[in-house]
């Protein structure tokens, strides 16, 4: 199967990054797209950026500060509801694989909240659960591009690539060693799904081959909800490991056409997940 996804030149689009198990983010993305939806006439989309799954299994005296407000892992039932709203809405509801997604489908084993996630999660939703995740995780794509200039990729835009046929033909199965530290030494695949930076002239060149000209990806903790690397990159932190407060999503004109990252604006393109417990800096009422 073609690995990007194309989005089109209308519409607006919603891009929710790194969820990691969180059922309640999961929601509050959902609730902004239906929103989203219904002030365009239908016309509206949404992006997962990989990485929904995986989230620490602690209680609440366990949980570390800087990991922003408690949540309990949700894996399983996060992706079976992104399966039930993606069937509901033909076309208009998209994901990306992530590292973490990749470890069931031939990558890696990840070791964030357990020595192998992988196997933690396969154990707790069981065979037929497993067989689901798997089917489903099977369909995500590595990279989705829009014809404002976006192209969406989990980690950093560090991978050398002629052009977007790289991409779209990538085997996920393509990983052969065994340990996470061998990944970022598979073509393609290892940067798309592992690296956290690109440099500037990579980052630029990889933009241009997927024929697009900003770069907008996850994977990365930013505690402020969002970076910009250059003309070419933005960090985005939907969710995981930060405060309420510091959480920002996107919602893209896909009509418009983005030259340089600094081209999104907080309050039009960049906006808090939770707008009543929002910084000041990001449109909201709490201060900085
Ligand atoms: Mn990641």
């Known amino acids: 199967m073609a690995r990007v996804i194309r989005l089109p030149d209308h519409g607006r689009l919603i891009v929710c990054t790194d969820l990691q198990g969180c059922l309640r983010d999961y929601r509050r993305i959902v609730e902004i797209f239906h929103e989203t939806a219904a002030a365009h006439d239908g016309d ?29 892992d949700a894996s399983g039932d996060v992706v079976e ?43 707790l939703l069981g065979q037929a659960r497993t067989a689901r995740l798997k089917e ?9 591009v829009a014809p404002c200039g976006a192209v969406f ?40 799904l592992w690296a956290r930076s690109a440099d500037v002239d990579v980052a630029r060149a990889f933009v241009r081959a997927m024929g697009g000209t900003i770069s907008i990806y996850g994977h990365d903790v930013i505690p402020e909800g969002f970076e910009c690397v250059g003309d070419e990159q933005m960090v985005v932190s939907t969710s995981f490991g930060v405060f309420d ?5 996107l919602s893209l004109d896909l009509g418009a056409h983005y030259k340089r990252v600094q ?26």
């Open 136 to 144: 489903i995780i099977g369909e995500f794509a590595l990279a989705a």
């Open 44 to 72: 509206a989309h949404l992006l997962f950026t990989g990485d929904l799954i995986h989230g620490p299994h602690l209680s609440p005296d366990e949980w570390p500060d800087f990991l922003g407000e408690y949540y309990r």
């Open 245 to 249: 407060s510091n959480k920002v999503y």
């Open 153 to 192: 990729t989990h980690g950093a835009p560090a991978a050398e690539i002629a052009s977007i046929r790289d991409v779209e033909g990538c085997d996920l199965q393509a990983f052969t060693g065994g340990s996470p530290l061998d990944i970022l030494d598979t073509p393609v695949l290892g940067p798309i």
């Open 81 to 123: 509801a992104f399966a039930d709203l993606a069937a509901r809405n033909p076309g208009h509801v998209h994901a990306l694989v992530g590292n973490h997604e990749h470890g069931h489908i031939g990558g890696p084993h990840t070791a964030k909240f357990a020595a192998d996630e992988v196997s933690l999660l396969e154990d």
């Open 263 to 288: 081209d999104l604006r907080i309050g039009r393109e960049i906006l808090p997940l939770y707008p009543d417990r929002a910084l000041r800096s990001l449109g909201g009422q709490v201060p900085d």
